[in-house]
């Protein structure tokens, strides 16, 4: 069965940088669009980054552009995101998703996914 399972997250100072990572296994990790979204209390999950498969090209929401990299590592079967100059509005749980049907529309729309980690939580202080 698909599992991926985040790590990583941790509490930081505003300005700091975290990276996090997800293995996935029970699957061709290659062949699926991956992404990374994020949920604060009170608040709906949103995309942060997406990875498309084919071409490795990267998406990222406004938010987080010039901040955050994504990037994977197929040998490994994971997915990582590094996050530079950190914000407290940055403060979330963080999962990673995979979907075998996503779009180049859609790659930043929790809705595009079919599996999910169990998330890792990211805390910036000011």
């Known amino acids: 069965r698909v599992q991926l399972v985040e790590s990583g997250g941790d509490s930081v100072q505003a300005g700091g940088s975290l990276r996090l990572s997800c293995v996935g296994s029970?699957?061709?990790?290659?062949?699926?669009?991956m992404g990374w979204f994020r949920q604060a209390p009170g608040n709906e999950r949103e995309g942060v980054a997406g990875i498309w498969p084919a071409t490795g090209r990267t998406f990222y929401a406004d938010s987080v552009k010039g901040r955050f990299t994504i990037s994977q590592d197929n040998a490994k079967n994971t997915l990582y995101l590094q996050m530079n100059s950190l914000k407290p509005e940055d403060t979330a749980m963080y999962y990673c998703?995979?979907?075998?049907?996503?779009?180049?529309?859609?790659?930043?729309?929790?809705?595009?996914?079919?599996?999910w980690g169990q998330g890792t939580q990211v805390t910036v202080s000011s």
């Open positions: 998703a995979a979907g075998a049907w996503v779009t180049l529309a859609t790659i930043l729309n929790d809705k595009s996914y079919n599996y």
């Open positions: 029970g699957y061709t990790f290659s062949s699926y669009s």
